[in-house]
């Protein structure tokens, strides 16, 4: 087959104008030849103007000139891809097409699977793309399971490095925020390549990438955090009750354990910590019960943590003649998060949840060190009266404190060693073995593909060991109620757990493909082309036995892990270890039958249909597809498709070795009710428990919940009917326009009962709530089931102009939208149909069908863009770029505030690129021109702004430097 086929000349113009966008060549009526190349979506080898699948193309290079710095900055501003939350998670930046979750996203490398993400063995991150190779990125926006089997019902993102390279570059980049504090991004670059696949009949080459990028803390944006800052904007923040601190506010007994803080007179001790009269202090009329020192956030939380990214990538090719090619690709990604966790506090997986402290302490209050609380009321030295505060506030007879020598309680965090952080780091590593040429009138492509990943999980810096602080109270050397001495930071010092793996998981992918493509005959448009793909895979997972290092023991000398796997009880405060050791493997069978049908020079039909077996659903889905073309002039161009598609549950959803127990503070919803179940500490015990030494079992309780359970041989597969129609038009030359409708219904959503449905219909949920012999919950179970419906329909519009000057060089335009015209979900097969767009909300019940992946809503704007203008003159060339997502309605604002609306965000960058020295290329650049920050909020799920999707570092300053060899 000649792989250099004519652009029929009725369809030239409109063709053109799509290698144009997919290529960034020069307007394309300028060319008669175009090479066939192979578009995302299809097996077939076609001209880029003659698909009718929806696919949207960026070079690299347009890439950098919008400002890019990492490929998060992609996935942030693509219109068809939606808010996953605040998307900071360990697990890097996602792809969240049509607001599906990542795992209804397929992204692939050079037309391939990944192993993917080995956690949640669901998606993959960009993080591990390889920038310095990376040619363009294409974008499926429509289902493509019939292509590529599971996953694929939003679109696919596919990242296509080059084919070959040949010479040598190295580039440098940083782009620093304007104000000081973290968020800078440093990043070093080589690509090198030698040989000619055309005159030499080989090519090599190789590129490496590193980047690191700094994290930044609340307290260096203090006007996005600091709530007396958002109460003058209407915000309307509760204040803090006093909460565990480095300063620790303590009691006598370890269930009321935050009476009294000797620090609070004095202002308690920054930047650790702040003073605070508690929530209640802004009741009518006020109480006070809560006043003492809390834990200053600004200072221990990072609204962007800190990561390390590399990637090695190499491709081999070699000419065999006749046609035939061989060549090898091979990847080695590695990112580091250095995930933020605020101070770490003891909960109930350590020996006890609050450290202790006698009277024989040098710090023990009224010793000489720790001076003693004012209280007011009676003070026996066997009660606890209340904290004086100030004759108005706390009236009554005032006197020191009586300790009577009484044991202290209290909760406390390592502040000296400042924000605790865990080093998140994922390997993926991918070898490719590809061949492809013609035999007996087919041409053939056949593929060996390896991939392995694997996560690290290691605690960095500030965690503790909980029996090594307690000794450390015991024995005099810590102090829990201000700055250590001397001797006391050094054993503080002396009891971190740095870079220990807590967890470690590994994934699998393991295939070998083939295509065969032929032209069977000669239709009235051109060939009809017949394509024959299979693919033998098999998934593995390999998950590993929770270390034992500092897990507890049972007094017969056994570890205390339950009868699943699961570490009750372990020494590091903050983190536990986890994990099962199992081998886990699937295999994957599927064929693919695609044809494409030029009827006419006018009208094009292709269809496909695939089978998909899975070893472990005991199940074959069959998916097909139908993509129709009609141009009927040389300036418009008309499609339409519709699909099915599926998502199979993860290995990890099927054979989960273990239960995910998670833990969250919370009012028993049946022996503690409350009109709002969802926030802790407003419920009030039934009779039978109201007795204080029972209301502290029932009410504002640490409970066990689990998000997996070890037997999921239930679930089955997802489903999806999809369908697209729009077109392309020419209006007049140089102006390109496309418009697409689209809609996606799925049925069987795989998603677990959330926490707050359990809390809010305790009736609906009972057997839900697994309860111990006393009555009091034992866990919750909110693990997966195929349980919801989604449905959504919108509209994708992206317009491109090029104008050209004779004086003034040549201008192009570009627009790239989406408008959402429906999206709403059912947790529940036929319940009620939840609409998601341009809303905000706290319901836990909008987080439904992405429970496990998505712990906030998924934000879903009406209308997304991102548009630029670009002008190129000579060795200068400029661009203005614009990020827009519309407002939304808060429908859960903050009591009291009447906040609702929430505005519009517009974010502009602006790049000047210079050629003129030789083998030199220099850009500079402003991010976030206009210097604006998130905008305002008063949901309860944010503090105050609204950080998703938006640039949390004001304006920034970028340069990068090429230089070619």
Known sequence: MNPTQRCYRPRLSLCAAAAMALTGLAHAQETATLERIQITGSSIKRLAGETALPVTAIRSEELEARGHTELKDLILELPQSQSLGTNSGAAGPVLNL??????????????????????????????????????????????????????????????????????????????????????????????????????????VYGAFDYQTK?????????????????????????????????????????????????????????????????????????????????????????????????????????????????????????????????????????????????????????????????????????????????????????????????????????????????????????????????????????????????????????????????????????????????????????????????????????????????????????????AVSGELRRDEAKTHNAPLDHVAKLPNGSYNISSAGVVLKDDIVGENPQGVAANLHRNIKSAVIEMDAPLTKVWSINGAVRSDTYSDLKTTTVNPKLSVRFQPTAEMMLRASANTGFRAPSIMDIQNPTPEVRQATMDDPVLCPSATPTITDTGVPVPAWSAPDKESLVCNVITDYWTKSPDNSHLKPEKSKGWSIGGAFEPVRGLLVTADYWGIKLTDVLGAVTLAEVQQQPGKYAANILRKPDGTINYILTSQANRGEMEMRGLDIAATYQLKTSNWGTFNFKLDGTYYDKYAFSVEKGGVMLDNIGILTGDGKFTGPNAGLATMQQIIYRWKHTASVNWRAGKWSTQLSQRYSSGLNDLTPRAPSTYTDVKAYKQYNLSIAYSGIKSMKLAVGINNLTNVYPVLTANTTYQGYLTSGADILGRSFRFSGEYTF
């Open 98 to 203: 049509r607001g599906l979750g990542p795992m209804r996203t397929l992204t692939l490398l050079n037309g391939r699977r990944m192993a993917n993400e080995p956690l949640q063995d669901q998606y993959v991150s960009a993080n591990v793309i390889p920038r310095m190779a990376l040619q363009r990125a294409e974008t499926l926006r429509d289902g493509a399971s019939s292509i590529y089997g599971s996953d694929a019902i939003g679109g696919v993102q596919n990242f296509l490095t080059y084919g070959s390279f040949n010479g040598a570059k190295i580039k440098v980049e940083m782009n620093s925020p304007e104000r000081a504090g973290g968020g800078t991004t440093n990043g070093l670059g080589l690509i090198g390549g030698i040989g000619d696949l055309a005159s030499d009949g080989w090519n």
């Open 214 to 530: 700094t994290a930044l803390f609340k307290g260096e944006r203090p006007e996005l955090f600091d709530g007396s800052a958002l109460n003058q904007l209407g915000l309307l923040m509760t204040p803090s009750n006093k909460n565990q601190s480095p300063i620790a506010n303590y009691g006598f007994s370890a269930g009321a354990n935050s009476n009294y803080n000797s620090s609070f007179a004095t202002g308690c001790v920054a930047p650790y910590s702040l003073p605070t009269l508690g929530s209640g202090s802004v009741n009518t009329p006020p109480t006070y019960n809560n006043a003492g020192c809390y834990r200053d956030p600004n200072f221990f939380d990072a609204v962007t943590d800190g990561s390390k990214i590399s990637t090695m990538f190499g491709k081999a090719s070699m000419n065999l003649g006749k046609g035939h090619r061989v060549s090898v690709e091979v990847l080695h990604s590695a990112f580091t998060v250095e995930k933020y966790r605020g101070m770490q506090l003891p909960s109930s997986n350590e020996p006890a949840t609050t450290y202790s402290i006698p009277s024989t302490s040098k710090f023990y209050p009224g010793k000489g060190i720790t001076p003693l609380v004012n209280v007011v009321g009676s003070n026996t030295g066997a009660n606890t009266p209340a904290m004086y505060i100030d004759p108005v506030k706390t009236p009554g007879v005032v006197s020191p404190l009586n300790m009577n020598n009484r044991l202290v309680h209290f909760a406390w965090g390592p502040g000296e060693l400042g924000p605790a952080y865990r080093n998140d780091e994922q390997i993926n590593d991918r070898i490719v073995l590809s061949a492809e040429g013609s035999v007996f009138n087919w041409d053939y492509r056949v593929g060996l593909n390896y991939g392995h990943s694997q996560r690290d999980t290691r605690v960095g810096g500030g965690y503790i060991l909980y029996s090594k602080a307690q000794q450390g109270f015991t024995n005099g050397i810590l102090n829990p109620f201000g700055p250590q001495d001397a001797a006391g930071l050094e054993y503080l010092k002396s009891i971190e757990v740095r870079d220990y793996t807590y967890r470690f998981n590994e994934a699998f992918n393991k295939a070998v493909d083939f295509t065969l493509t032929r032209e069977l005959m000669e239709l009235g448009g051109g060939p009809l082309t017949v």
